[in-house]
């Protein structure tokens, strides 16, 4: 024997079968959900600059892309949309003739089995870029008016489980969407389409590679007034509380990797209901960024802060490394 024993967990790490058997966390393509950029126009596939791997995509170019995801063996994307008019409603969300509306079909024709989820919100909708209708503002701080809000995130969501979304993501933080929403859907027959709401979504600068590829960056202030205080955690409680309490499904916190902590609280808060978490723009960016650099390792770096968004108590992650990861891992 040696001056101190190898030790039961070193003797669980020697070989490579052996840390296999006793891994805790483990991820899968399917509980990864893929975000997509879908532009008004034809025959264009725009790199996003600060997303490399991610595009802006006209319609036709989605049969394409939808193979090529289902393939990789991913089952589910967020859909997102940039429309070719803005005015201070957002209208262009709510039209039939909208992106989304135009993008669901040709989504579910080309993979009738992927899982779509819409997006829910305004900012790629209004010529300000706020979340939703504003009321006034003084410089940083934006009024939203949140009733008139509420009716018509109902409305977009409605219209886009006609469409054919299977899941309804609202993400403004309004007060009260999950209810507005949950009514809207029942009155319309959409009883059966779930709510996965962003209920825990900060204010913070990790959005920023999102607001280029998405075309809503707010044209003045900014989303403090709606959107979380990244000091706070009790508070991301109370926001899943009344989330729940509204009828959603499901919870999300966003960002994801600098918020290890609230995913785990609200984990172990509330078991019994599925968590997302968002990896957000601006975490794939720096991951990303420092790779290309040649400073860190990419598909170490991201399977690790994957894994432990995973071991943090997400049950599925949506990330732009989706298409990445599934191939790491086949
Ligand atoms: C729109 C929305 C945003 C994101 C998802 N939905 C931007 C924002 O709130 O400013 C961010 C996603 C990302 O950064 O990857 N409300
Ligand atoms: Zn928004």
């Known amino acids: 024997m040696g001056q101190f024993p190898i030790t039961r967990l070193r003797r669980l790490r020697q070989r490579a079968n052996i840390r296999d058997l006793v891994r805790e966390t483990h991820l899968h393509p399917g509980k990864l959900v893929l975000p997509l950029f879908i532009k008004e126009g034809k025959n264009f596939k725009n790199p996003i600059a600060s ?21 990789l063996g991913i089952k589910s994307v967020m859909l997102f949309g940039i429309p070719s008019e803005k005015d201070g409603l957002g209208k262009m969300s709510y ?18 089995d992927l899982l779509v989820m819409a997006d829910v919100c305004f900012c790629e909708y209004t010529d300000h870029g706020h979340c939703g209708v504003v009321i006034e503002h003084e410089h940083a701080e934006v009024n939203i008016d949140n009733d008139k809000t509420l009716e018509l995130l109902a409305k977009q ?10 899941i309804i993501a609202p993400s403004g933080n309004m007060d009260g969407m999950v209810l507005a929403i949950r ?11 779930p709510i996965l709401s962003y209920s825990v979504k900060y204010a913070s600068a990790m959005y ?22 990244v000091a706070n955690s009790n508070e991301a409680l109370r926001e899943c509380a009344l989330d729940i309490s509204e009828g959603a ?4 916190v966003k960002p994801a990797h600098t918020y290890l902590d609230v ?20 975490e794939f960016a720096m991951i990303k960024a420092a790779s290309e650099k040649g400073w860190m390792d990419e598909q170490k770096s991201a399977l690790e802060i994957l894994t432990a968004i995973q071991r943090a108590g997400a049950d599925f992650i949506i990330t732009y490394f989706a298409k990445e990861v599934a191939a790491w891992l086949k």
């Open 51 to 71: 997303m490399p791997g991610h595009f802006q995509l006209s319609v036709d170019q989605l049969p394409e892309e939808i193979k090529s995801i289902t393939q």
């Open 95 to 112: 039209s039939d003739h909208g992106i989304i509306q135009k993008a669901i079909p040709v989504i579910k024709k080309a993979a009738p």
């Open 157 to 166: 969501a409605v219209s886009y489980a006609k469409a054919g979304a299977d």
């Open 183 to 193: 009514h809207g859907l029942d009155d319309a027959g959409f009883q059966h389409i």
């Open 208 to 229: 920023g590679p999102f607001r280029q590829a998405a075309e809503g960056a707010p044209k003045f202030g900014d989303r403090r007034t709606y959107q979380m205080d």
């Open 249 to 252: 499904d499901m919870l999300m």
């Open 263 to 282: 995913i785990y609280r609200i984990k172990e808060t509330y078991p019994e209901l599925p968590l997302c978490a968002y990896h957000t723009s601006g």
